[in-house]
């Protein structure tokens, strides 16, 4: 197969049109939900109403490519969040990646945002960002533990708001480097509907919540936001929440300076150990 580079154009998706040819890019990964036309078009129904910028790569009039990206914040800083990228299998390097993060750069410059942020998959797609100028910016960790009984101060909150977050640290719940994006994963009424409840509480004056599959309820992802610093009896209370829950393992992502909360305890799931990279792209020119 030829390596010769293509002449690429990159537009907004249109619902109306583009689902087939979103579902035939995603086709070697039939596990996400852009790999079926009634999920694919449930999500990008719902990732528009957020506001998410998504895009396809067109190549001769077919969609060779697609992204979504979407626009958060930090600590007060606002980033453009890459949260997908897919490329035809058949058609990969051959600069259909590379035309993608440029509209995003140039997407970012409208909205006056000087940084995109993304996280790789494996080693392949980290070589890619990384030659396309994206930099290591943090390193994460993650582990599952098993929850325990003990006490712990939590109310129930029904319908969380992104408010509750707006300006608080993300904390846990790093499979996505982006809380806005999380926090909207979490919201979204088709993900609800494909099986993942979510239940929330107000905590240690922050957002705690635990995302399941209703097929697999014997463990649930944590999410968590607050600026208070986590400490052991946060880590405990949280499992004691979850073990009142019913779950039997709590799955926790974040920052590597939150590492030692984990390491040496004795209800750690070693073989669940997991590590992830966050990336960043400074955008010029604003």
């Not at 999920?39 to 990732?47: F, G």
Request: charged fraction near 25%; charge should be negative; glycine fraction near 8%.
């Amino acid at each position: 197969m030829s390596n010769s580079k293509l002449q690429v154009t990159v537009r907004p998706v249109n619902i109306e049109t583009d689902v087939d040819g979103i579902v035939r890019v995603v086709r070697d990964e039939d596990y996400l939900p852009w790999a079926k036309p009634e999920s694919c078009l449930a999500v990008l129904t719902h990732t528009a109403a957020r506001g998410f910028y998504q895009t396809v790569a067109i190549v001769d009039d077919i969609i060779a490519g697609f992204a979504v990206w979407n626009e958060d914040r930090e600590n007060g800083e606002d980033f453009l969040y890459l949260s997908m990228m897919h490329v035809d299998m058949d058609l990969r390097s051959r600069g259909i990646g590379a035309a993608m993060i440029a509209d995003g750069v140039r997407y970012a410059k409208s909205l006056g945002i000087s940084v995109l942020r993304t996280m790789p998959e494996d080693e392949r797609s980290l070589s890619f960002y990384l030659r396309n100028g994206f930099i290591i910016t943090e390193h994460l960790d993650g582990f599952v533990c098993k929850a325990q009984a003990g006490n712990y101060a939590a109310k129930e909150i029904n319908h969380p708001t992104f408010e509750m977050i707006d300006g608080l640290e993300f904390v846990f719940g790093l499979g996505q480097a982006a809380p806005q994006f999380m926090f909207g994963l979490s919201d979204l009424r088709v993900q609800q509907e494909r099986g993942w409840p979510v239940k929330s509480f107000s905590f240690c004056e922050g957002l705690l919540q635990f995302r399941y599959d209703k097929d697999k309820t014997e463990t649930a992802q944590m999410l968590y936001w607050s600026n208070l610093v986590p400490t052991e009896k946060t880590l405990a209370e949280i499992l004691a929440l979850g073990y009142t829950l019913g779950f039997e393992k709590l799955d926790f992502e974040f920052r590597r300076k939150f590492s030692e909360l984990f390491i040496g305890r004795e209800n750690l799931q070693p073989e669940d150990y997991k590590e992830g990279i966050v990336l960043e792209k400074a955008v010029g020119g604003l």
